[in-house]
């Protein structure tokens, strides 16, 4: 399954930043939101994707390391963000990861999760990576949205393509998070206009 939503964003790839998507565009406003007036300078974005969220990351941080497991995603990410202080990786995040560890005093991690199947591994990963007191951002598709059975979705040729997703509960992320040596700071649903339920969910972490 796992190669299979990868080729399904490389086939959004060159789409992904024009069409309408209000849950990428909810995702940027909860991050600039929840990071705004934090201080932090080494950045770790898992699943950057075309890098929505780097553009902004970076006005802050001094370095970034963007990893994704889309090539796709990250060519349109490399013709968009030219920054001396990023760099994109292609990377199958169920494996080791190829950055140093306690290096990072942010990791970011957004839309990325519901195509994971053992959150255990990205949470000790993350734990790895991050200096003592490093801080972890969490935003995902709300539990809620996901057992309504929504799904990230694009047209291709005018065809709808759903990708799969693995279902995770907020306690799913909180647990496997506590359990990594993580802290739970802050958790936040975030809403979309006039829906009758969050469309997102975050999370903001501390490494013990």
Same mark, same amino acid.
């Given at each position: ?5 990868? #080729? ?10 024009? %069409?309408?998507? &209000?849950? $990428? %565009? ?10 705004? $007036?934090? #201080?932090?300078? +080494? =950045? ?9 969220? /780097? ?9 970034? =390391?963007?990893? %994704? ?16 202080? =990023? ?10 990861? &190829?950055? +140093? #560890? ?5 990791? /970011?991690?957004?839309? /990325? ?6 959150? #255990? ?16 951002? =969490?935003?995902?598709?709300? &539990? ?12 291709? +040729? ?34 979309? +206009?006039?829906?009758?339920? &969050? ?10």
């Amino acid at each position: 399954m796992f190669e299979k939503i990868k #080729d399904d964003y490389d086939a959004w790839a060159q789409q992904y930043d024009i %069409d309408a998507n &209000p849950t $990428r %565009d909810l995702d940027k406003i909860a991050t600039i939101e929840s990071l705004s $007036r934090m #201080d932090f300078s +080494n =950045v770790l974005e898992i699943g950057c994707g075309t890098g929505k969220n /780097t553009e902004w990351l970076i006005t802050k941080a001094n370095r970034l =390391v963007g990893l %994704d497991f889309s090539k796709k995603m990250l060519a349109v990410a490399l013709k968009k963000i030219k920054s001396d202080k =990023v760099d994109f990786m292609d990377v199958n995040l169920n494996h080791e990861w &190829p950055v +140093n #560890d306690y290096s990072f005093d942010l990791a /970011t991690v957004n839309l /990325t999760l519901e195509h994971i199947e053992k959150l #255990d591994h990205i949470f000790w990963s993350l734990h790895k990576k991050l200096t003592s007191g490093g801080k972890c951002f =969490v935003c995902e598709l709300h &539990p809620h949205k996901q057992a309504e059975g929504s799904k990230a979705q694009f047209l291709k +040729n005018g065809v709808k393509k759903e990708l799969d997703i693995y279902p995770h509960s907020e306690q799913d992320y909180i647990q496997n998070a506590q359990k990594a040596g993580f802290e739970l700071l802050s958790k936040k649903d975030w809403w979309n +206009n006039n829906e009758d339920m &969050p469309r997102l969910i975050s999370f903001l972490f501390k490494k013990l």
